[in-house]
């Protein structure tokens, strides 16, 4: 079972909910998945304390080491900081990235520092154990 890290923004209904798509799409392929979403912090932190911000960072940063293959879901050229940087650190440390494109377009450093860029169907079938790379073909900005 492959190790997923899921980058993702969730600070709106929309992200939410194809934050939730995609999470099933990987575990029904037997995906092993960490959501940062599912996974907050001690809740004791309040939340927007720099002890809050801390650990979720630390914690972040361990299950991106931790995985084997980051999946990331862009809502185009201007998406999450958050997310763009988990991207890039997922690139600079030579695991596979998969950006999953609900966007109408996208940032040439998000999309070229990526190992495969499909949309939300393509998603669906792709094959996590070929692992097969595609370049994006969509409007850039």
Same mark, same amino acid.
């Given at each position: 079972?492959?190790?997923?890290?899921?980058?993702?923004?969730?600070?709106?209904?929309?992200?939410?909910?194809?934050?939730?798509?995609?999470?099933?799409?990987?575990?029904?392929?037997?995906?092993?998945?960490?959501?940062?979403?599912?996974?907050?912090?001690?809740? /004791?932190?309040?939340?927007?304390?720099?002890?809050?911000?801390? *650990?979720?960072?630390?914690? #972040?940063? !361990?299950?991106?080491?931790? %995985?084997?293959?980051?999946?990331?879901?862009?809502?185009?050229?201007?998406?999450?900081?958050?997310?763009?940087?988990?991207?890039?650190?997922?690139?600079?440390?030579?695991?596979?990235?998969?950006?999953?494109?609900?966007?109408?377009?996208?940032?040439?450093?998000? /999309?070229?520092?990526?190992?495969?860029?499909?949309?939300?169907? *393509?998603?669906?079938?792709? #094959?996590? !154990?070929?692992?097969?790379? %595609?370049?994006?073909?969509?409007?850039?900005?």
């Amino acid at each position: 079972m492959k190790r997923v890290y899921l980058a993702s923004p969730f600070f709106n209904d929309t992200e939410v909910e194809c934050l939730e798509i995609v999470e099933k799409i990987l575990e029904e392929k037997g995906l092993e998945v960490f959501s940062p979403m599912r996974n907050p912090m001690d809740k /004791h932190a309040e939340v927007g304390s720099r002890q809050w911000s801390i *650990e979720t960072f630390m914690n #972040d940063l !361990k299950h991106i080491k931790w %995985s084997e293959i980051v999946v990331g879901i862009y809502h185009g050229n201007y998406s999450d900081s958050g997310t763009a940087w988990e991207l890039g650190y997922a690139y600079a440390t030579d695991k596979p990235v998969i950006l999953v494109h609900v966007g109408k377009d996208s940032n040439l450093m998000v /999309h070229e520092g990526s190992h495969a860029n499909i949309t939300l169907d *393509e998603l669906k079938e792709y #094959d996590f !154990k070929k692992l097969a790379s %595609s370049f994006y073909t969509g409007e850039m900005l």
